[in-house]
């Protein structure tokens, strides 16, 4: 299995943490994120995650190194769905390994962090307005437009 994944498959937890474990791992965190059934006090009903997955998972990777290099001993993992996903569904699994449990906490939190700022995965919400992207403002809306 890949350690760096982007997939319209569902995810398996399993296989994000068996990446990162072997014998100099002393403690692993895992992030796991689902889809939730509101945002911004509006009730969500689907997400939509789009990917460029080749390019996705190239910059994971990337960000993986980084992380790596400020945490040494740090072994690293991140799935992350694409297509429609409803309120419950798994749509990313993040996963650190190393030798003790603070590197492996904070590695976890910045690997999430640099993925949801960084990498090229884009999400639609379906709400009673009807679909929007997130993140992005449509050019109509735009001050003098």
């Not at 409803?86 to 650190?96: F, S, W």
């Amino acid at each position: 299995m890949k350690a760096f994944l982007v997939s319209d498959a569902e995810l398996s937890v399993d296989a994000v943490c068996a990446a990162v474990q072997d014998g100099g791992v002393g403690g692993v965190a895992l992030f796991v994120g689902t889809v939730r059934d509101h945002n911004a006090g509006q009730p969500i009903t689907l997400l939509e995650y789009h990917a460029y997955a080749s390019m996705a998972e190239k910059e994971m990777q990337r960000v993986a190194q980084e992380i790596a290099a400020e945490f040494p001993g740090t072994r690293l993992s991140a799935h992350h769905r694409t297509g429609a996903l409803r309120v419950g569904e798994i749509a990313v699994v993040c996963a650190a390994g190393a030798p003790h449990r603070d590197a492996a906490f904070q590695a976890c939190r910045a690997l999430i962090d640099r993925i949801k700022s960084r990498v090229p995965i884009w999400k639609r919400e379906h709400g009673p307005a009807g679909p929007y992207w997130v993140g992005w403002e449509s050019q109509d809306k735009l001050p003098g437009r």
